[in-house]
Nanobody, 117 residues
Framework: QVQLAESGGGLVQAGESLRLSCAAS????????MGWYRQAPGKQRELVAK???????NYSDSVKGRFTISRDNTKNSVYLQMNSLKAEDTAVYFC???????????WGQGTQVTVSS
């Protein structure tokens, strides 16, 4: 079982920045893809960005050019730098990791990001 600890959410004004962090506990099978998803009230959870072990990234069109995902494999950690935040970025952000070999997915408890316009 991989446990995830998220931090960095909060309340900011439009145009400001936030950085989310997520640390995963060690897995005997190793960690594969790491990513961030978000869920706004009344909406489905959606992918924000993900990154493979090798550093290949994938972003939602809505955040391209504003958000940057990165990871530190030595710390089993993934980060999301969010710049130029907009009101529509308001959501609960969830960290997600896929375990190597088993393919199991694990989720963090979520961190609230609120952007006031």
């Amino acid at each position: 079982q991989v446990q995830l600890a998220e931090s960095g959410g909060g309340l900011v004004q439009a145009g400001e920045s936030l950085r989310l962090s997520c640390a995963a506990s060690r897995s005997s099978f190793g960690i594969n893809t790491m990513g961030w998803y978000r869920q706004a009230p009344g909406k489905q959870r959606e992918l924000v960005a993900k990154i493979t072990t090798g550093g290949t990234t994938n972003y939602s069109d809505s955040v391209k050019g504003r958000f940057t995902i990165s990871r530190d494999n030595t710390k089993n950690s993934v980060y999301l730098q969010m710049n130029s935040l907009k009101a529509e970025d308001t959501a609960v952000y969830f960290c997600n990791v896929a375990e190597r070999v088993t393919g199991r997915n694990f989720w963090g408890q979520g961190t609230q990001v609120t952007v006031s316009s």
